[in-house]
T-cell receptor
Framework: GDSVTQMEGPVTLSEEAFLTINCTYT??????LFWYVQYPGEGLQLLLK?????DKGSNKGFEATYRKETTSFHLEKGSVQVSDSAVYFC????????????FGKGTLLTVNP | DAMVIQNPRYQVTQFGKPVTLSCSQT?????MYWYQQKSSQAPKLLFH???????NEADTPDNFQSRRPNTSFCFLDIRSPGLGDAAMYLC??????FGTGENEQFFGPGTRLTVL
């Protein structure tokens, strides 16, 4: 079945540090790939997405590239801010029916001033 | 702004007392989903509607039911809540097509359910 392996947290960084959160997946067919972010007490928000190989999704300084050969979609940001503190979920579309998602376990990021 | 709305944001119920959570959307999306999310865990899909077609996940307990009376509204009914059902319940929508860009899910803010 479809699955996601996401870097386990928690991750604690100082402001302006470089962030990488690794994500690899197995999925049926040719999935779309998503990163969602969840701030405390809130629902999930789409952070970025990529729908085909070599696509780079980007938003708010975050980037991730769809690597079909390594089935990976690692999240990166060059300089994190305190306001980036949240839980990050990697989620490929799954099961061949592209409108369902398989969520990773989530990575808690804490950024200290 | 088009959005997914969940009411209430916080719900307290008693052990065994039926409770209904509601979700509405102004996006006119075909698919509506209900997820359960427990503390420090990923969201777990309970079921979804593709238009009027109900799709239950294999491991969703019978205690959980859902209704979608029209495109805009979807309800989650918990018939006899147990202490283990205390969680955040998230509603989401998507267009539901099979082309690229059709499967992004839009989430509501969630309802935090407490069972006493």
């Amino acid at each position: 079945g479809d699955s996601v392996t996401q870097m386990e947290g928690p991750v604690t960084l100082s402001e302006e540090a470089f962030l990488t959160i690794n994500c690899t997946y197995t999925a049926t067919g040719y999935p779309s790939l998503f990163w969602y972010v969840q701030y405390p007490g809130e629902g999930l928000q789409l952070l970025l997405k990529a729908t085909k190989a070599d696509d780079k999704g980007s938003n708010k300084g975050f980037e991730a590239t769809y690597r079909k050969e390594t089935t990976s979609f690692h999240l990166e940001k060059g300089s994190v801010q305190v306001s980036d503190s949240a839980v990050y979920f990697c989620a490929p579309s799954s099961g061949g029916s592209n409108y369902k998602l398989t969520f990773g376990k989530g990575t808690l990021l804490t950024v200290n001033p | 702004d088009a959005m997914v709305i969940q009411n209430p944001r916080y719900q307290v119920t008693q052990f065994g007392k039926p409770v209904t959570l509601s979700c509405s959307q102004t996006l006119n999306h075909n698919v509506m989903y209900w997820y359960q999310q427990k503390s420090s865990q990923a969201p777990k899909l309970l079921f979804h509607y593709y238009d009027k077609d109900f799709n239950n996940e294999a491991d969703t307990p019978d205690n959980f039911q859902s209704r979608r009376p029209n495109t805009s509204f979807c309800f989650l009914d918990i018939r006899s809540p147990g202490l283990g059902d205390a969680a955040m319940y998230l509603c989401a929508t998507s267009r539901g097509g099979f082309g690229t860009g059709e499967n992004e899910q839009f989430f509501g803010p969630g309802t935090r359910l407490t069972v006493l």
